[in-house]
C-alpha cells in the first residue's frame, strides 16, 4: 500500500483516470470504514482510501479541533483491509487558497434533518467530496449508510453534475449491542457506551410503532423523543420518512420503503443512526 500527500503524487500514483474504487473517510478509522474498502475491493480495481478532516463541513462550535487524527494506526488497518492507496492531504494541499467556490446542494434534500441541525454541513461535505472526487477520479465511490442523507445528498450531487462514477452504499456495521459503528463513539465515557444503544433500540421500536398503526406518526416520533430524553438524552430528531426523498410518509407509503433516522447527543457527544424498514 502506497501513502500519498499530495494531489500530483496521487495522480503519478494511479496512472489511468476513472479505474479505481473509491472510499473517503476523515481517518479515525474502525471497522465500519474497512467493510466500505472490501466492498469496494469487490470491483476488482485499485482501492484508494482518502483521509482528510474537513473543516467546512464543521460548525465553529463542533468537535473540528478535537477530531482524532490517527494517520498511523488507520493506515495499518487500511493496509490489512487490502486498500491501495491512501491519499492523506493537509488542509493547505487541499484548500492552497480559502474554498471560495462551494458546492450548494439542493435545500429540499440537504437543509432538512441533519442539514437543519448542521446548517452549512452538507455544503461542507459536497464541496470537499467533489473536491476529491476530482483528485482521485474514482469509477465507484463507497459511502456508508450510517450517514444516510448524506449518502443521498452525494448520489444527487452525482446524478446533476454527471459525473462518471457510481456511488454504492455500505451497510452499517454495528456492535453487538447494536450500537452503530462511528469515530465519534470513542468519545463516549463508560457509562455513555452502555447507554448509546437506547438511540438503534428507540429507533427500532417507532419504526415497529409505525409500522404496527393505530397511532399518528406525529405523536409516535414525540414520544420516541421524550422516552430518549427522560434517559438523559437530548434529542434531535427521531422521525420517520421516505428512502426516497426523506419526506414525511403518505399514506400510501407503507413500510419497504422508509427509513426511522435519529440524531441525538448523549452528553458531549452527539450520535446519528437510522434503520431501513
Ligand atoms: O462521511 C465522512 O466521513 C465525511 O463526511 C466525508 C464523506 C469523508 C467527507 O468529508
Request: glycine share 8%; with cysteine.
Amino acid at each position: 500500500m502506497k501513502t500519498v500527500h499530495t494531489i500530483a503524487d496521487l495522480r503519478a500514483a494511479l496512472g489511468t483516470p476513472g479505474a479505481c474504487a473509491f472510499v473517503p473517510t476523515m481517518g479515525n478509522l474502525h471497522e465500519g470504514h474497512l467493510a466500505l474498502v472490501r466492498h469496494a475491493k469487490r470491483h476488482g480495481l485499485p482501492v484508494v482510501a482518502s483521509i482528510f478532516v474537513n473543516r467546512l463541513q464543521f460548525a465553529p462550535h463542533e468537535d473540528f479541533d478535537r477530531y482524532p487524527r490517527t494517520l498511523t494506526r488507520d493506515s495499518e488497518l487500511l493496509q490489512g483491509a487490502g486498500c491501495d492507496i491512501v491519499f492523506a492531504p493537509d488542509e493547505r494541499e487541499l484548500y492552497p487558497q480559502p474554498q471560495s467556490f462551494k458546492v450548494v446542494p439542493d435545500a429540499a434534500l440537504a437543509d432538512i434533518l441533519e442539514g437543519h441541525f448542521r446548517p452549512g454541513f452538507f455544503t461542507g461535505v459536497c464541496t470537499v467530496v467533489m473536491k476529491l472526487f476530482a483528485c482521485v477520479q474514482p469509477r465507484v465511490a463507497v459511502f456508508g449508510k450510517k450517514d444516510y442523507q448524506q449518502l443521498m445528498v452525494i448520489r444527487q450531487m452525482t446524478r446533476q453534475f454527471a459525473l462518471p462514477i457510481t456511488i454504492e452504499a455500505g451497510e452499517t456495521s454495528r456492535a453487538d449491542d447494536g450500537l452503530a459503528l462511528s469515530s465519534r463513539n470513542g468519545y463516549l465515557g463508560a457509562a455513555e457506551r452502555e447507554e448509546a444503544v437506547a438511540l438503534s433500540r428507540s429507533l427500532r421500536a417507532l419504526a415497529e410503532g409505525f409500522a404496527t398503526g393505530g397511532q399518528p406518526l406525529a405523536q409516535l416520533e414525540l414520544a420516541a423523543m421524550s422516552a430518549l430524553a427522560a434517559r438523559g438524552w437530548q434529542p434531535d430528531y427521531l422521525t420517520v420518512r421516505r428512502r426516497a426523498d426523506l419526506l414525511p410518509p403518505g399514506s400510501g407509503d407503507k413500510a419497504g420503503a422508509l427509513v426511522v433516522l435519529g440524531a441525538a447527543r448523549l452528553g458531549q457527544t452527539r450520535l446519528i443512526d437510522n434503520l431501513e424498514f
